[in-house]
C-alpha cells in the first residue's frame, strides 16, 4: 500500500534567495536518492516560507524493488568437461556464492558463454530506507550563503531548530546533531507560536494552514499579495493611484512573510521634490515597501507594507513602519541636497581617489579608457563598407559618448550613491538630467551598467549600448591581464555576467564589429598606463593568447544562452572555427544554418566538404600555394575551377551583405559539383605538378566554404531532412 511522505526542515528565519534555493535542491535531492534506492512514488512536491523547507511525496511505495543481480564465474568450457561433469572451477565457484553446482546457470556475455547466477536481493520496507534517505539529504543540501552554529558540524542557510517526518503516520526516526525528527511543527510565531502534533502526512498542510496560519506555497502567498494590491487599485483608490510592482522586490517579499497582509502607510509630501526613480529605490531597496503612483507617473505619499501577520487593527505596525521610512528618506533628503553643492567636475576629479582594481588604475583612469574604447567601437562601426547597424548620425553619436564615457563613474563619489550603492546609475541619470546635460547622455550613465542581472533589460540607445559594451570589455580584459580569471562556479567579480551583457548588447544593437580588434585595443590602452603589466605582455605570444583567453570566455556565454535554450552547440562549433570573431556574425550565421538544417538536407554541404578535407588530411599546410590555370589539363577541371572561382565571388557578396541563408543554399548546388570533380579527376595523379596543383584546388574549395563556417564540425544526428540514418560526419 503507498503512503504519502512529509519532510519539514524547521529553521531560523531563512533569506529570501536560501529559499528559493532550498526549495529546488530539496526536491532534486530526494528525487535521485528514492531513485537511487529503488522506490517507487507519484510525485513530490517542495515548498518554503521563512521558517521552514518541506518536501511532500506522494504515493510513496511501501517497500523498495527487488535487485536482480548477475554473478558470473568461469567460462562454460573451463567450468564443465566434455562430459558435462563440473570441474573444479565450476564447484568452486558455486560454493562462493552459496548454491549447489546444480543450480548454476549459463550467462551470455559480449565474451561468450559463462557460467553464473541470477540474484534476486528483496527489498527492504521504505520505513527502514527513510531514515537514513532523510538524513542524508538534509546533510547534502547547500546554499550560496551558509553558516554553522554552536559547536556542530553541520552547515545550513540558517540554524536548525526542529525537524518534522512523517509516512503515513508512522514517524520516519533519525537524529541531526542534537535533534531528533518527530511528528511536531511549529505555526506562524506571532499568531499561533504552539507546537502543532501532526497525525499524518496527509493532514500536515491543512494543519498548518489552519491551525498554524502558515501559507506553505511561495506561489499563494505571492497570489494573496498580488490580489490585495489589485483591491486597493481598484476599490479603494477607483483606479487613480497604482502601485510599482517591482518583480525582484516582490519575489522577495513572497519569503519574508509567512501569512501575507497587505497595508498602506503614508510619508510627508516634503520629501515629493526628490527625483522621481531616487524616491522610489529608496522606498523599495532598504525597507522593501512598494512605491504608489498617480496616473501621470508621479510618486505619491503612500507606499504600500507586506505585514507576516493576519491584521493591523490599531495601525500600530504601519505607523511603526512610516518611522522607519521617515528616517531613510531624511537621509535621502540630506544627500540630496548636498550633493546639489557640486558639479560633475568637482565628482570627476574626486575619481582619481578611488581605486577600480589594485594594478588597474582609479575610476579616473577608466573613465579615459571607457573615452577612448567608445570611440574605437564606433570607428569599427562605421569604418565598415557595409555595416548591419547604420549610424545615423556618428558626429553627433561621437559628442555623446565622449560626454556620457566622462560622466558615467561620476555618481560613485557623490553623498548619495556612497550611502545608497544600489542607487548607482540611477542618481548618474537624474543629476545629468537635472544639470542640462543631453537626453542621450543622461541615460546611457544608467544604461551603461546594464544587464545588472540574468533577465535584466538591455541598453535603449547607441550611446548606451556601446558604453555599455566598453564598459565591460575594459573590466574582462583587466581582470584577464592580472590573473583575475574566473574558475569553476567562483566568479566573485561578475565577469560571466558582464560578458553575457556583451553578448546580449551586441546582438540587440545589431553591431558587426572584430571581437578581437576590441580586446587587443582594450589590453593595449592598459599596457600604455602601467608599466607593471607590460610583463603580462613581454612577447607577442603572451598577448595572443590572453586575446583568445578573453574571446573564448566571451564567445563561452553566447554558447551558455544556447545551452538555456537547448539549442545545438556543433553549429556554433563550426562557426568558430571559421574563424568567425563578429558576436553578431556569429548570431546571423548560426540563425541561418538553425533554419536551412531544418528545411533542406546539410548533408549537400557536409558530405564534399568532407571529402576535401580528407584528400588533404596529414599533408604539410605550408606545401599549399595558388593555384596555376595553366596546369589545369582536364577539361572538367578546368570547368569546376571556373565554377569554384564564380562561386567564391558570389559567396563574397552574400557574405558582405549577411545573406548566409542564400549562402549556404549556393553551396548546396555547388556540393553537387564538387563531388562529380571528385569522381571525374584523379587528384593524386603520378605528375607532381599536376598533383600539386589539384590540391591547391581543393584546399581553394575548403576556403570557399569556410567563409561562411567548417561544416566538417557538424554532428548529422538523424533529425535533420532527408537523412534516414544516425551518424557523425567527421573529418578523420
Known sequence: ????????????????????????????????????????????????????????????????????????????????????VPTKAAVGFAKSIGVSVNEIEQIETPRGIYIGKKIIEEGSPTIKVLPELLRDSILSLTFSKQMSWADYSIKFARPIRWVLALYGTKIVEFSIENLRSGNVTHGHRIVNPEPIVVGSADEYR?????????????????EMIIKSIENLEKNVWEGKLKVVVDK??????????????????????????????????????????????????????????VQNGLSDPEGKIAKGNERVL????????????????????????????????????????????????????????????????????????????????TLCKCDLVTDMVVEFPELQGVVGREYAKERGEKKEVAQAIFEHYLPRFAGDVLPSTDVG?????????????????????????????????????????????????SLNDLIDYSLDLYLEGFESLHAKCENKENKERIIKDVYSFIVARYRFLLEREGKRQDILDAIVEAGCDSILDIDLRYKALEKFIAEDNIEKITVPMIRCKNILKGLDKTVFSSVNPDVLVDDFEKYFYSSLNKTKDILASLVEEKKYLEALHKLSLFGDTVNLFFDKV?????????RKNRLNVVKATIDAYLTVADFSRLVITGGEKNNKNNRVLSFG
Open 1 to 84: 500500500m503507498r503512503e504519502n511522505l512529509v519532510l519539514e526542515i524547521g529553521t531560523e528565519e531563512l533569506p529570501s534567495q536560501c529559499i528559493y534555493e532550498g526549495i529546488e535542491n530539496l526536491k532534486n535531492i530526494i528525487k535521485d536518492k528514492l531513485v537511487q534506492n529503488r522506490i517507487d512514488f507519484s510525485s513530490i512536491q517542495t515548498y518554503g516560507t521563512p521558517r521552514r523547507l518541506v518536501c511532500m511525496v506522494y504515493g510513496l511505495e511501501e517497500k523498495q524493488k527487488p535487485l536482480e543481480n548477475i554473478v558470473t564465474g568461469p567460462p562454460l568450457k573451463i567450468a564443465f568437461d566434455e562430459n558435462g
Open 206 to 222: 491543512n494543519l498548518l494552514e489552519e491551525e498554524g496560519k502558515v501559507i506553505l506555497d511561495p506561489k499563494e502567498r505571492k
Open 248 to 305: 525582484d522586490l516582490l519575489d522577495e517579499v513572497v519569503n519574508l512573510v509567512e501569512i501575507p497582509n497587505v497595508l498602506v502607510g503614508s510619508f510627508s509630501d516634503e520629501f515629493l521634490y526628490i527625483p522621481r526613480d531616487i524616491l522610489i529605490k529608496v522606498i523599495q531597496h532598504h525597507q522593501r515597501y512598494f512605491a504608489i503612483v498617480d496616473k501621470n507617473g508621479d510618486v505619491v505619499t503612500r507606499f504600500v507594507i
Open 326 to 405: 521617515r528616517a531613510r528618506l531624511s537621509d535621502a533628503s540630506f544627500f540630496y541636497e548636498e550633493d546639489r553643492k557640486h558639479t560633475f567636475e568637482t565628482w570627476f576629479e574626486r575619481l582619481k581617489g578611488v581605486i577600480f582594481f589594485s594594478g588597474l588604475g582609479s575610476m579616473y583612469d577608466k573613465a579615459y579608457r571607457l573615452q577612448r574604447l567608445c570611440l574605437y567601437i564606433l570607428d569599427l562601426l562605421t569604418s565598415e563598407i557595409k555595416n548591419h547597424n547604420e549610424i545615423k548620425n556618428p558626429d553627433a553619436l561621437k559628442e555623446d559618448l565622449i560626454r556620457a564615457s
Open 465 to 513: 549600448s556601446i558604453l555599455s559594451i566598453a564598459e565591460k570589455i575594459d573590466t574582462i580584459c583587466g581582470f584577464f591581464l592580472i590573473g583575475n580569471v574566473p574558475s569553476g562556479s567562483e566568479d566573485p567579480f561578475a565577469l560571466r555576467r558582464k560578458a553575457t551583457g556583451i553578448v546580449l548588447t551586441t546582438i540587440k544593437g545589431c553591431y558587426d564589429y
Open 682 to 690: 584523379l587528384v593524386m595523379d603520378n605528375d607532381e605538378k599536376v
